[in-house]
């Protein structure tokens, strides 16, 4: 009675056909899908990098002392980091805590992976783990 034809996903005629000859509307929708992806990942890391940049503005600052510098390979033989121990001190209701954390030292300018050198840090007030450096963040 009726003959089965395979559905193609691009170009087909009739009710796939897109806006344009050789688009089809999945395709176009895939498009507007993907496009709206990125804008909204886009929109998120403004908005984190924003947030970050007020904190460093508003939020006290500590400095930090490289206290160790070493290289750890990961993946392969070439492949070094070069990490560091910093110590620290961050004002928790009214109290001073002592801190003392690992970090990578790769991305920081040359003169900051020695030990001695002092960094400028954000320390977060419920924890010693991830500050923020204004130094990354271009803000310092």
Known sequence: MFEKKPLRWFATPGLNAGPYPGFSRLW?????FWTIVLALGFAASKYWEATQRKRVETDPHSTA????????????????????????????????????????????????????????????????????????????
């Not at 176009?28 to 507007?32: E, H, L, S």
């Not at 750890?72 to 070069?82: A, D, L, N, Q, Y």
């Not at 783990?129 to 803000?139: A, H, Q």
Request: charged content about 20%; glycine content about 8%.
């Open 28 to 32: 176009w929708k895939a498009a507007i």
């Open 65 to 140: 002392t490289i206290v160790s510098v070493w290289t750890e390979k990961h993946g392969g033989p070439s492949f070094e980091i070069k990490m560091g121990k910093i110590t620290f001190v961050r004002q928790h209701e009214g109290k001073s805590v002592s801190c003392s954390i690992t970090i990578y030292l790769e991305n920081l300018p040359a003169k900051f992976q020695e030990v001695g050198q002092s960094i400028d840090i954000l320390p977060r007030a419920e924890s010693c783990y991830r500050p923020i450096v204004p130094l990354l963040l271009g803000t310092s």
